[in-house]
């Protein structure tokens, strides 16, 4: 075993990774496989085929820039729905907003699901909250046969590659436009910009014209390539950073877990600058971007 | 040979790197071991004694970002000190405002400079510039004999390791506050948010109460560790984002390289965005910033 456990690259053009203390649990589910090492400086780390999809030294960044942000751009979200997010982080974050009377999360992997209740507690416990429903079953054909509007969105999923592709589709987009709310926010996963531009221009441009405010915004973690990574953002009518109360922030409850730390990566200051966008990817995607 | 070319971290914590083509240049200066390679996806890479300096990738992302900020934000920038920088890249920039009369860049390492002139001809060019007074020179001694003052110093320095140890700290930073003119900027290489902290607090804290504006910026590549990265800032009277004109932008010169992008990362809302701490970097730093 080496000294390292490593993500490289699907052309290989570049790896990176965390050293080891040991392997936790392997599983290959109907979907994917499923690994959790102990790092040394990075806590526990969760890899679906071999990616890393979190570590508990930085998974509250993800979550905090997938929940905040469209939350508290709405301003009074009632009914949000997670597709993915099996590891609970992002349903963790959603309920810290008391407003928020129903979470529904539909995550296609079990597996998953019981791995993190079972390894990374402070990640999953919200997957206890009364007002949370999880249903095991395939986002895709969830929303298809769906007829409750939701305030927010949330696409958690994986890369487009496996069992997440057609959560990057246009006709799934279609269905998530049918369950929004004429005040709600969609938001979903959005690769690298470094080396993910093309599935955000195909992001975009699948929802172009389909929504007032269409965009990206950005932030920067330990666990994805390169470290800068992307959410898409899409509304018919709140705008991000002209509909966003900074005030809104402080009235965000603490975590469930009563962890000693309101945000570690989300203000008010982020949640505007987030959507600055680097020059190679703000021109890039300008075509279609309104925000 | 491996397959990559990696980076370790000094305590081993993690590690990452580029697909490896060949091996192009390897000589041990009386100051560090330098190192150039060819990669698969990002080009020639730089290398000082095991650390990656820059990518051709993404080199000017770090460039553009330590020299248009304070140069943009200053407004007439006539005079300008690099310390270190030996690659060139930082002058290329510099040297694309028209009002920039005279650049002096003090690097201490000549072989660095000549490697880069051999290799890396589109980050070294401008150092053939008839404003630019290359001096090849300990920068702590250079800043503490200088008798000039300067609109902007930039400290382009490698990690606070080695040789480049004396420009993180406190008598370093006394010259050049004596340097700087009422007007004056001095920006530095800041180190990582999520692994430097400790060097931000103490580049900070030996500045406190002696600038009026002090913080931090951070921008993202693909060559430090971690991917986010940060530069200090501090002026005794213009503010990064009160000051900075927008309409300065379109003014600056394409490169001398005529490469047919006028900027990789930097744009006026990056300018001021890249001012938005995530909230474990802004609490930790708060003590002592005032921007």
């Not at 570049?14 to 392997?23: H, I, R």
């Not at 090492?37 to 085929?49: A, I, P």
Request: aromatic share 12%.
């Amino acid at each position: 075993m080496s000294d390292y456990i490593l993500e490289k690259a699907p052309d290989a053009s570049y790896t990176f990774g965390f050293s080891l203390k040991k392997k936790i649990f392997e599983k290959q589910s109907e979907f994917q496989k499923i690994e959790i090492f102990e790092t040394s400086h990075h806590g526990k780390v969760l890899l679906h085929d071999g990616f890393f999809m979190l570590s508990e030294r930085d998974e509250a960044i993800y979550h905090e820039m997938i929940a905040h942000v469209p939350l508290l751009t709405h301003g009074d979200p009632r009914k949000v729905l997670i597709i993915g997010g099996g590891d609970g982080g992002t349903a963790r974050e959603v309920l810290r907003h008391d407003s928020v009377e129903a979470c529904t999360m539909v995550e296609i992997d079990g597996e998953v699901v019981e791995a993190c209740r079972k390894y990374f507690p402070e990640v999953s416990g919200a997957l206890s909250d009364p007002r949370l429903d999880l249903i095991i079953d395939d986002g895709v054909e969830y929303l298809k046969n769906c007829t409750s509007e939701f305030d927010v969105i949330i696409i958690d999923s994986t890369d487009p590659i496996g069992p997440a592709t057609p959560l990057f589709g246009e006709e799934f987009y279609g269905d998530v436009r049918r369950c929004l709310t004429e005040e709600g926010i969609v938001v979903a996963q959005g690769e690298s910009p470094f080396y993910g531009l093309l599935m955000q221009e195909k992001l975009l441009g699948m929802n172009a014209g389909k929504f007032k405010w269409l965009g990206m915004y950005n932030f920067s973690n330990l666990t994805y390539p390169g470290g800068l990574w992307s959410f898409f953002f899409a509304s018919q009518s709140k705008h991000p950073i002209l509909d966003f109360d900074p005030d809104g922030v402080s009235a965000i409850s603490p975590r469930s877990d009563n962890i000693n730390m309101p945000f570690q990566y989300y203000n008010s200051d982020i949640h505007s600058g987030s959507f600055s966008l680097p020059e190679f990817q703000r021109s890039r995607l300008s075509e279609w971007t309104s925000i």
